[in-house]
């Protein structure tokens, strides 16, 4: 990730990491069952919180975009990839608590990055590549002017049906990858409390107006 790179893509490849309207303002190409239509609902849900815009409450953009986040990833399946080996050593409670926090954070920062509106446009791209068993969905967000950036899904089916398990910034940089590095580093130790006392803390500032 560079400094080039617009801020709301970052955010994307930043998190774990989120409804119907607005068919005109993205490029629909998933059907229902196909591996893009969580993607799909989630561009949608990001849309209508950035026609709510900055003004509207952060919980109340919080709400419209975190069903999507939800539905969109396997959440517990990247934090335990975050975490790594060190994940079956956690207790069951401290799991739990780390997943909440870990949801939590990933919805406060989609939702304090897709805060307004300047005629974007997400469009899911028709060609899906394999990676092992999984299936890639690829994106661009459009703006008015200036350079598409590329995001891409990497969707797994889970009895669930189909989620993200990691998020490719233009086609190559793993979200995971990246938040690995710093998961692993606050749980030296072994003990989850210093990552949950973080997440928590970035989650205030993301509530109070701050940015990833």
Not at 60 to 76: M, T
Not at 175 to 201: C, E, H, K, W
């Amino acid at each position: 990730m560079t400094a080039a790179l617009p801020r709301r893509a970052a955010t994307v490849i930043a998190l774990a990491g989120a409804l119907p309207w607005l068919a005109p303002l993205a490029v629909h190409g998933a059907t229902a069952g196909s591996p893009a239509a969580p993607i799909q609902a989630l561009d949608d849900a990001l849309l209508q919180a950035m026609h709510a815009g900055a003004a509207t409450p952060f919980a109340e953009r919080a709400k419209i975009i975190a069903p999507a986040v939800e539905r969109a990833f396997d959440l517990a399946q990247i934090l335990r990839s975050s975490v790594g080996p060190r994940w079956s050593a956690i207790p069951g409670p401290q799991q739990a608590d780390l997943l909440a926090v870990f949801t939590r954070y990933t919805v406060a920062s989609y939702t304090a990055n897709f805060d307004s509106y300047s005629g974007e446009r997400f469009e899911i791209l028709p060609d899906l590549r394999q990676v092992g068993t999984d299936e890639v969905v690829q994106t661009r967000i459009e703006p008015v002017s200036g350079e598409a950036t590329r995001i891409d899904y990497q969707m797994r089916q889970t009895p669930a049906g189909w989620r993200a398990v990691d998020v490719l910034l233009e086609g190559s940089i793993s979200r995971v990858a990246v938040q690995r590095s710093d998961f692993r580093a606050l749980l030296a130790t072994g003990d989850p409390g210093p990552l949950i006392a973080s997440l928590r803390s970035k989650i205030a500032g993301l509530e109070s107006g701050g940015k990833p």
